[in-house]
C-alpha cells in the first residue's frame, strides 16, 4: 500500500536539518519543505482545484493532501448474555462471553484522506487486511444432522469467521449532546436489559428525542453493486435501556439486499432460495442472475438434504464440496442488486473499492450537503466532529477510532 510513509521521510528531513546547521555555521538555514506531515485525529479536507479520478486508484492530487493516521481497535462490548448464533441453539456456553470475541484486541492501521471542490466531499481511505472476506454466513450442508445451515454470523472462535469486510462513519446531524466530545460512543449503549432471542445487548440509539446521527455502513459484498455505503441514521427509542432498542434505520431508497433462504413447506426444513449449479467460491447472487435464468429457485428441501429446482436436482450427501468451511460450491446467504445507483438516499453516498492484496483502498464521494434531514452536513470552513470503524471479516467486532475532528477549508 501506497501510506504510512511520512515518519521515515520527516527523519530523513531532520538529519538533513542538522547536516546543514552543523556545516553552514556562518550561511543562513536553508528553507526546507516539511512535507504535508500527518495527524492522529484530525482530517484535513482541503479544496481540490481538479479532484481525483472517481475510480478508487490513487491519483497523484491525493499526495497533497494531509493524512489522517491512525489505528482502529477493537474493544470490550461486555458480556452477550444469551446465545446469539442459531446453531448455539440457545446453549450461551458454546460461545465467547464478550460481544466482540474473539475479535477483542485486533488493531487495523489506517490513512484517511479528504478534499472538496465546493460542492463534493471526496475522501481516500486505507486501511491494512492481507484478506478480501466475501464469505458471509455461506449455506453448508450437515452430514450428520442431513440439514443445510448458514455459517456463524458471530464467530464463536478464531477458526469460524465467515463474514465480510466491512467499514462504518458516524457525523452528527446539528448538535447532539455529547457527540462533540464523544462522537459514536454517545450512541452506543451497553448492559441493555431483558434480551430476547438473536438480540445483542449493546446498541446504538440516540441519548434523547430528536436527535439524528448520520451512518456510513459499507459492506463488501452487500454492496458490490451498488457501489456505494448503505446510507442510515441513528435515532431515539423510546425503549432505550432494553435489548430492543434499536435505533439504527436505513434512508429512503431501493433495498440493496435480501436473504437467500428457502423454506419447504413439507419438510419444514431451511436451505438456500437460489443456487447456481455447478458454480463454485461465490458469495451472493445478483438479482439480474435470477431474472435471466442463471439462478435457479429451490423448490424443495427433502429431509436427506437433496435439494430440488426446475431441472434438476442438487445431492450433496458425501460430497466434500458443500462441506462446512472450506466446501467450494457452498451457497451464498444473500442476493444483491444495485439499489439507486447512487440516485438515491440510500446510495447516494458512492464508493469505488480496490483490494491490493495486502489492504483496501476506497475512495468515497458525497456531496457536502444534499438537502436530506437524514444527512450530515459538511460546510466549507467549519469543522465537524466524527468516528469510524473497521470490520475485518467480522459482522460485529469492529475496531473503533473515536473523537476525530474533520476541518474543512475553504
Not at 434438476?312 to 450427501?317: F, H, R
Request: hydrophobic share 35%.
Amino acid at each position: 500500500m501506497k501510506i504510512f510513509k511520512y515518519s521515515l521521510i520527516g527523519l530523513v528531513l531532520v538529519s538533513l536539518i542538522a547536516f546543514m546547521n552543523c556545516t553552514h555555521d556562518d550561511e543562513p538555514n536553508p528553507v526546507v519543505d516539511p512535507g504535508i506531515g500527518e495527524s492522529a485525529d484530525e482530517l484535513l479536507v482541503q479544496r481540490f482545484t481538479n479532484p481525483p479520478v472517481f475510480d478508487g486508484l490513487i491519483d497523484d492530487v491525493w499526495s497533497e493532501a494531509r493524512p489522517l493516521v491512525n489505528r482502529a481497535t477493537v474493544l470490550s462490548a461486555g458480556d452477550r448474555e444469551i446465545a446469539l448464533n442459531p446453531e448455539s441453539e440457545g446453549d450461551a456456553s458454546i460461545e465467547p462471553t464478550d460481544l466482540m470475541d474473539p475479535y477483542t484486541g485486533e488493531s487495523y492501521e489506517y490513512s484517511l484522506r479528504g478534499g472538496h471542490d465546493g460542492e463534493y466531499l471526496y475522501l481516500l481511505f486505507e486501511w491494512q487486511d492481507d484478506t478480501d472476506s466475501q464469505d458471509r454466513q455461506s449455506w453448508y450442508f450437515n452430514p450428520i444432522t442431513s440439514t443445510w445451515r448458514g455459517e456463524n454470523k458471530y464467530a464463536n472462535h478464531k477458526n469460524d469467521k465467515f463474514y465480510e469486510d466491512k467499514f462504518g462513519m458516524m457525523f452528527p446531524i446539528g448538535n447532539p449532546e455529547g457527540f462533540a466530545g464523544g462522537t459514536c460512543t454517545v450512541t452506543c449503549h451497553t448492559s441493555l436489559q431483558d434480551p430476547q432471542p438473536g438480540q445483542k445487548t449493546s446498541r446504538h440509539y440516540m441519548m434523547n428525542p430528536d436527535e439524528l446521527t448520520d451512518l456510513w455502513h459499507w459492506k463488501r459484498v452487500r454492496n458490490a453493486l451498488s457501489l456505494s455505503v448503505d446510507d442510515g441514521y441513528v435515532q431515539y427509542e423510546e425503549d432505550e435501556g432494553f435489548a430492543s432498542a434499536n435505533g439504527r434505520k436505513a434512508d429512503e431508497g431501493l433495498a440493496i439486499y435480501t436473504g437467500n433462504k428457502f423454506v419447504d413447506p413439507v419438510t419444514d426444513l431451511a436451505g438456500p432460495k437460489y443456487v447456481i449449479p455447478g458454480r463454485e467460491n461465490y458469495y451472493w447472487i445478483a438479482q439480474e442472475e435470477i431474472d435471466n435464468g442463471t439462478a435457479k429457485a429451490v423448490t424443495g428441501v427433502a429431509a436427506d438434504g437433496v435439494l430440488t429446482y426446475a431441472g434438476g436436482t442438487i445431492d450433496p450427501n458425501g460430497d466434500p464440496a458443500y462441506s462446512q468451511g472450506f466446501g467450494n460450491k457452498r451457497m451464498p446467504s444473500v442476493i444483491i442488486n444495485p439499489g439507486g445507483a447512487g440516485d438515491d438516499g440510500r446510495s447516494e453516498t458512492q464508493v469505488r473499492a480496490v483490494h491490493t492484496g495486502s489492504g483496501w483502498q476506497l475512495e468515497i464521494k458525497r456531496e457536502l450537503d444534499t438537502g436530506d434531514p437524514t444527512d450530515a452536513v459538511f460546510t466549507v470552513g467549519e469543522e465537524i466532529p466524527f468516528a469510524l470503524a473497521i470490520f475485518n471479516n467480522a459482522a460485529i467486532g469492529h475496531g473503533q477510532s473515536s473523537f476525530l475532528t474533520m476541518k474543512i477549508e475553504n
